[in-house]
């Protein structure tokens, strides 16, 4: 059909769409390419949700950022060019089109200076779906910014770039120095938020590796020598270990083993062997500890106890020992434990 038997208002508004998506830029052509090349081939049944989303700084240059919900960390494909502050002629417009490269690395100048791997990692947009709307979101993998910032940085060095391509190189230099400072995974976490999550993961991952699912059998883990000398530095007699002992020695031992074994430990015990209607614990809290990591850990802790509490002839020159070589964690403070008590 000639152009001619074609409605006149709908050719006209056919036009005008080409040029409306030409006055809001390459990065949009781009995306809506990628989109339509998406559709062609089918988009992804179940897209990943972003869990956290955020912006990272560095400098004045700002890219928005999302974590997955695998834990992927990602940057706007747009938000890095932006960024960049990349600007296309016609050519490089067109050539994006082909679906190959993103617009910030799809100069013909720049291709010697782009890995296979590189190349292989951003010509295939993450596709995700923003907490914020909007759609399905193109992205690429966060670790990938500090190479192709050096992508730049070696054509730059390599005298390849145009003079309208320096100013990226300068922007790349900026985001690369503010990388070398604090990584990109970290800033991630921080602008979403996720830095919270990622740490109860790893303290949770910790705990794992320490305690067992399931109460253990009882078997003997203190050795008699870390009570006997306790009581030597405060001055008790010792009457063996079938003798109650003061309360204040279960005080002690939470203080000096389980409070210094893992981060959090001793909650966790608390919780997992908690005291019933006499005020007792129906179990000893190492009975909680795994084989492979929890009670090895446990004996090699206890023995450097030791070896400080027989190098040491008060309680508090032992308790400053243990203070500077086996530290809380956040504590900054000694405790007031190696006062006289009644």
Request: with cysteine; hydrophobic share 40%; glycine share 10%.
């Amino acid at each position: 059909m000639v152009e001619e038997d074609k409605n006149p208002a709908a050719v006209e508004l056919g036009r005008r769409g080409g040029r409306e998506i030409a006055k809001r830029g390459p990065e949009y052509f781009a995306e809506l390419q990628a989109k339509r090349q998406v559709r062609a081939g089918g988009r992804p049944k179940n897209p990943l949700e972003a869990t956290h989303v955020g912006q990272i700084e560095i400098g004045e240059l700002k890219i928005p950022c999302a974590v997955l919900a695998d834990g992927t960390r990602v940057l706007s494909q747009r938000g890095v060019g932006r960024a960049l502050g990349r600007k296309h002629g016609g050519q490089d417009w067109r050539r994006r089109a082909g679906g190959e490269l993103p617009v910030f690395l799809g100069a013909e100048n720049l291709k010697p200076f782009i890995s296979e791997e590189l190349a292989l990692v951003v010509s295939k947009p993450i596709l995700y779906r923003n907490l914020r709307g909007g759609g399905v979101a193109h992205g690429i993998e966060a670790t990938a910014l500090p190479t192709i910032c050096e992508v730049w940085l070696k054509a730059r060095d390599a005298g390849a770039l145009k003079a309208a391509q320096l100013p990226v190189a300068i922007k790349a230099d900026i985001l690369t120095r503010g990388l070398a400072h604090t990584g990109i995974v970290a800033l991630v976490d921080e602008a979403t938020g996720y830095q919270v999550i990622r740490d109860r993961q790893a303290l949770q991952a910790i705990l794992d590796r320490f305690l067992r699912k399931e109460l253990a059998a009882w078997a003997k883990r203190f050795p008699d020598e870390f009570y006997q000398q306790m009581f030597r530095l405060r001055g008790w007699e010792w009457k063996g270990m079938k003798i109650n002992r003061p309360q204040v020695v279960g005080h002690y031992t939470n203080d000096l083993v389980y409070e210094r074994l893992a981060p959090n430990i001793l909650e966790e015990l608390q919780e997992r062997n908690p005291k019933n209607l006499r005020g007792q614990r129906d179990a000893k809290h190492h009975q909680w500890l795994t084989e492979d990591v929890g009670h090895p850990a446990l004996a090699q802790h206890l023995y450097a106890l030791i070896g400080m509490m027989r190098a040491s002839s008060k309680w508090k020159q032992f308790y400053d020992l243990v203070q500077r070589a086996f530290p809380k964690k956040g504590e900054t403070l000694f405790l007031p434990l190696h006062e006289d008590e009644a």
